[in-house]
């Protein structure tokens, strides 16, 4: 049983870990270890504890709603895509990273039925997993949970929602030089710490003094990883963010980093660690050229909404009901989820035109 004391014992200890992290380091952490932790730190961090995450409402306990939550139809839509890579590359494999509440994988299993044999979930949070098990119990053995990316994959992969969650690095230009900014004490507080680096932005913009930005090391290392693992098939990554013209902007100098809790934002992660999600938005072009760069071809990038337009999801529409069809206009509306969320697309080891980029592909944007 929850009580009311329990969140803020839990981001007590999450901060005590983190300050005995930064005295070991001699005083400093660059931001991705600061982020790590609020975030994975074993039984603590946001994605490690027992506090709901998901939901359409603050009034659930949850911080925010993914698209799975919103409506069965995007995973309906969705399916059309994999259905295809799955004929394309011979394989009856489904592999979802970072499942969340499972709810991706159950409309997933539902509506591909006896194309996927195997379900396979790669999840850092034991207790994500453990939900995710109760909710999916019923499609038996076909579901799986990995500890980690499987050393070879021949099947098709697919992320919502979960590169935005690896930690990022944050750079601060001051007009003349650039500095990493990490987390340091002062006192029993965490506060803010510029140190000298050799990082840069990966594009030579007209940077504002002033400006923080993200580099995004760690997801670009595991699409490389993820690359190299890949034998056959195709992998669907589905996040809010940019191509990198955009995300260098001049205009955007505050850079991109959020919290979420109680579906309100802020940008104040050195607060209330462990009780917020931390999120940034993804550098799409630097995926793309990891990928790239790794083996894998780069076969789409478009809106989420042109993206499940062309899945069908029209026709979906026409056959909901009324209040399924108002929470799914969410996932297409341009101030909603359908333009600020883009969906990326790799194969390697089989060749397809991919349904879901087949009108609006944007990677001459990338």
């Known amino acids: 049983m929850t009580t009311a004391s329990e969140p803020d014992s839990v981001s007590s200890r999450l901060a005590a870990v983190i300050r005995r992290a930064i005295a070991q380091a001699g005083g400093w952490l660059p931001f991705d270890r600061f982020m790590a932790f609020a975030l994975y730190a074993p039984g603590l961090g946001y994605y490690a504890n027992h506090a709901p995450k998901f939901g359409t409402m603050p009034a659930s306990g949850s911080d925010f709603v993914t698209a799975p939550e919103l409506s069965p139809l995007f995973g309906r839509a969705l399916a059309v ?125 007209a940077f504002v003094p002033g400006t923080v930005t993200e580099v995004h090391a760690q997801a670009e290392a595991f699409i490389a990883t993820l690359a190299q693992r890949l034998r056959r098939g195709a992998a669907f990554f589905i996040d809010y963010g940019f191509p990198e013209a955009e995300y260098y902007l001049p205009q955007r100098h505050g850079g991109t980093l959020m919290c979420h809790r109680a579906h309100r934002a802020d940008q104040q992660p050195l607060a209330g660690v462990g009780l917020k999600d931390i999120t940034a938005h993804v550098n799409f072009t630097g995926i793309a050229l990891a990928g790239q760069a790794a083996g894998l071809d780069v076969i789409g990038y478009t809106s989420q909404a042109r993206f499940l337009f062309n899945c069908g999801l029209l026709p979906l529409l026409a056959d909901a009901g009324v209040v399924e069809r108002a929470m799914a206009q969410k996932l297409i509306t341009e101030h909603e989820m359908g333009e600020l969320f883009k969906v990326i697309g790799f194969a390697k080891g089989c060749a397809f035109e991919p349904l879901g980029f087949a009108d609006g592909d944007r990677m001459h944007r990338l």
Do not use: C
Not at 119 to 146: K, N, P, T
């Open 81 to 205: 895509q994999l259905k295809q890579a799955l004929v394309a590359s011979e394989t009856d494999a489904l592999i979802e990273f970072g499942a969340g509440s499972g709810a991706l994988a159950e409309h997933l299993l539902d509506t591909l039925g006896d194309a996927v044999r195997h379900y396979r979930i790669v999840d850092l949070s034991g207790v994500l997993r453990e939900r995710q098990q109760q909710r999916l119990a019923r499609f038996g053995e076909r579901v799986q949970w990995l500890d980690s990316l499987p050393e070879l994959i021949d099947g098709v992969v697919i992320g919502n929602e979960v590169l935005d969650a690896m930690p990022v690095q944050l750079l601060h230009w001051d007009g003349a030089a650039w500095f990493e900014r990490g987390v340091a004490l002062d006192g029993e507080a965490f506060a803010w710490r510029d140190e000298p680096t050799a990082l840069r932005p990966p594009l030579d913009a």
